[in-house]
């Protein structure tokens, strides 16, 4: 199950996402895995 939340971002780095075909959803993820396992 997946929640779904809101975060704000600047121009540059919108712009920067898009230029790139960042999935910014999958890159949080992944970010957030890393700090759980570190943190466990």
């Known amino acids: 199950m997946?929640?779904?939340k809101t975060i704000s971002i600047r121009?540059?780095?919108e712009e920067w996402?898009?230029?790139n075909h960042l999935s910014l959803?999958?890159?949080v993820?992944?970010?957030l895995d890393?700090?759980?396992e570190e943190r466990s």
């Open 2 to 4: 997946a929640t779904r």
């Open 11 to 13: 121009d540059d780095q």
């Open 17 to 19: 996402i898009q230029e």
């Open 25 to 27: 959803s999958s890159f």
């Open 29 to 31: 993820q992944e970010q």
């Open 34 to 36: 890393e700090l759980i």
